[in-house]
């Protein structure tokens, strides 16, 4: 199983839908929660991509000498710039970080926003143009370990003998995560990606859309491995957990609610879709209304686009939710918490002992052998009888 985590580039928050004790984001912050991704152990960071967000590719690029073997999932849209670009940038960032590169290709959900970025506004013209850029990006790169160059003559797009001097380090190219809901997603999912991600709808959910996926990528002779993108609330006991998670909705109000669900109501997303008619029957934030699943909280969703539910309860209750998951095919998981910073170190400090990790533990990081024992308990020469 791998662990990510997720670096907030839209800014951080301690109550949902407010700005009261939210945190801007700058700079030092993004390079506090990655280097605490780094040294806790995490396989890696999401960065997603959208006009509320500051630009993953120049976040990540900047987090790349702070860190060490933290990866980065950098979120990349077509049509912000050609494959060719895309790719070149993959290679370089990819050689400059020691192989560190993973692309998340976003297909976008919101008509209106890519037609401000000049990006088709049809669903199936956006996928069709989704489908052409990363072939592309991915033959550009396949083949300039080998110094070959590509020719394509798209619907969308085209190139003619597309070159790249400098290959990644990763072979043949850095992998391709990818999420969207929709047949045409699930069809790109299939021909083309290496990681299919799923929003966290409840297990069984998951499971249909992973089956799905794996019954297309088979009759193409491929295989997809799958990831879910979901919060979490860990606490020491389950009652404190669910207390957290009613203090994070504590701040808001109807109103801010309805805003942001008419917002979301107007994408053409069909995993918004699914997210928003997690919550729609009942509209209320008891936990009662919000629990969707055991330890599934849909609260997340009343005010945030995208990965609206988080996992709520004590570390053995989240660990054994997240085994669920694996069991329904998934082997990764791209976590967060508000607020980032703190929330990852909960995280890991109470869950990653309980998770069957194949990534390093911080203890096995180069560089960072644990002696032991540490902290209060050696304070004042108190060392304990096992490590006298
Ligand atoms: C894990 C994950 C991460 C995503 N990240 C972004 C993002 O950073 N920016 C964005 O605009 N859309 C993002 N999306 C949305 C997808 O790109 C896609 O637009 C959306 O799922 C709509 O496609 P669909 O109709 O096939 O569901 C993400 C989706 C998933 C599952």
Redesign the pocket.
Known sequence: MKVLWFLPTHGDSRYLGTSEGAREVDYDYLRQIAQAADQLGYYGVLT???RSCEDPWVVTSSLIGATKNLRFLV?V?PGLHQPALAARMAATFDRLSGGRLLI?L?????AAELAGDGVPTS?SERYEASAEFIRIWREIITRSHAGESFDFEGKHLSVKGAKLFYPPLQQPHPPVWF????D??HDLAAEQVETY???GEPPADVRKKFDDVRARAARLGRKVRFGV?LHVIVRETESEAWAAAEKLISRLDDETVARAQASFAKM?????RRMAALHRQGGGRSRAELEISPHLWAGVGLVRG?AGTAIVGNPEQVAAKLREYQDAGADAF?LSGYPHLEEAYRFAELVFPLLPLEHALPESLPGRKLSGPFGEVVANNHIPKQAA
Request: net charge negative; charged share 15%.
């Open positions: 997603p991509t959208g979120a849209r998340n976003v297909t976008g959900g919101d669903h999420g969207g809901s929709s045409a997603a991600l799923s929003w993108r053409d997303s069909e995993g918004q995208g791209v």
